[in-house]
């Protein structure tokens, strides 16, 4: 939930990992509130010793009812509205991990779960950031950020007016574009991903747009049944985003062999 006062947003959070990393990452709060006894569960603790520490009014709450069901979030927070990076900020956080750089692009995915789940797997897998369009894709919402259980906070994320003209910039950073095509000719596993990557990935159902498809240097599938070759985007964006990483530090052991034994 975005709340506003004034001309300033905050979020409303009920997932302790969410609260966590936003307290980690330094974000404004107003308030946080236990409904137990924060001393029962370490995540829980470490919320009330950074709350405390930041200065932020902690409070204990009473059990909650909506109507007939007990509320069962343990902790509930209001914090400032996310903060996009600059795209600037994602090329810079990509290029410095060299080879192994890989940032995802989202075209048309207007669920605020997907867009965090899709976040979620891309911090997992040690991706520099998530770039997504203003326009037609799902703000970083308090959905999204709960649903990227904390990742929000260990990715750059950036909003572009234009995705194409974004993904162009990054061509010129030296960036190979590559998409998720379930039509595509060549499967991930038999492509070579050892380069710097950025993964396009576009909404189930209609896929990449045509622009964004001309865009990309090359197309790829992941393998699938046949007789249901569905995978939610966050799920894609998982198994591509590892499949690039695998064969980086293939490629990365190789070279350190070769020299070992030059």
Not at 247 to 259: M, S, V, Y
């Amino acid at each position: 939930m975005i709340c506003r006062r004034g001309e300033i947003a905050f979020m409303r959070l009920t997932d302790k990992h969410a609260i966590h990393e936003a307290l980690r990452a330094g974000r404004a709060f107003t308030q946080v509130t236990f409904y137990v006894n924060p001393k029962r569960d370490a995540r829980l603790g470490e919320i009330e010793r950074r709350a405390r520490k930041a200065g932020v009014p902690v409070t204990m709450g009473e059990a909650r009812q909506r109507g007939r069901q007990r509320v069962d979030s343990a902790v509930e927070a209001e914090c400032s509205d996310f903060v996009y990076a600059p795209l600037e900020e994602v090329i810079d956080r990509a290029r410095a991990t060299g080879a192994a750089a890989q940032i995802v692009a989202l075209d048309h995915i207007e669920d605020p779960r997907n867009l965090g789940a899709v976040i979620r797997s891309a911090a997992a897998a040690g991706a520099a950031g998530v770039i997504i369009e203003k326009r037609r894709c799902s703000p970083v919402t308090a959905i999204a950020y709960e649903t990227s259980s904390g990742g929000a906070e260990r990715v750059s994320v950036a909003m572009a007016p234009n995705l194409r003209a974004a993904l162009e910039e990054l061509k010129k950073n030296d960036f190979w574009i590559a998409g998720a095509d379930e039509r595509a000719e060549t499967a991930v596993h038999d492509t070579d991903l050892a380069v710097p990557l950025v993964w396009v990935l576009g909404a189930e159902g209609s896929g990449l747009s045509r622009l964004i498809r001309e865009t990309c240097d090359f197309l790829v599938r992941i393998p699938t049944n046949p007789a249901f070759p569905s995978l939610n985007v966050s799920v894609a964006a998982g198994v591509l985003l590892f499949e690039a990483a695998r064969q980086k530090r293939e490629k990365e052991t190789e070279k350190i062999n070769t020299n070992s034994h030059e």
